[in-house]
């Protein structure tokens, strides 16, 4: 069982940065995949940023060069520059030990998720 918990949501201004961190309970190794989705209120969850068990990263259109998803031992990272409001989101860490790279948006490809931390953007 891999426990995961999101920090480093808040609030900000359109334009600004946030850094989200996701710490897994145990040692989950380098060949985890593992991913950052968000789930605005009336949308359905969408993947925004996911790295795959050689580092790989992928990225959803809209966060392009603006986001940017990092993996250390057991902490997940999500850079998030430029932020606009259409970012405004609970943020969700998710695990899983293989995830095919054409799935790595795909919420049910994933095992393990963390209880999500809220992002919020004004203009």
């Known amino acids: 069982q891999v426990r995961l918990v999101e920090s480093g949501g808040g609030s900000v201004q359109a334009g600004g940065s946030l850094r989200l961190s996701c710490d897994a309970s145990?040692?989950?190794?380098?060949?985890?995949?593992m991913a950052w989705f968000r789930q605005a209120p009336g949308k359905e969850r969408e993947g925004v940023a996911g790295?795959?068990?050689?580092?790989s990263p992928s990225y959803v259109d809209s966060v392009k060069g603006r986001f940017t998803i990092s993996k250390d031992d057991n902490t997940l990272s999500l850079q998030m520059n430029n932020v606009k409001p259409e970012d405004t989101a609970m943020y969700y860490c998710?695990?899983?030990?293989?995830?095919?790279?054409?799935?790595?948006?795909?919420?049910?490809?994933?095992?393990?998720w963390g209880q999500g931390t809220q992002v919020t953007v004004s203009s």
């Open positions: 998710a695990a899983d030990a293989w995830v095919a790279p054409s799935r790595w948006a795909d919420a049910n490809a994933y095992l393990w």
């Open positions: 145990e040692f989950i190794g380098s060949y985890f995949c």
């Open positions: 790295i795959d068990m050689y580092g």
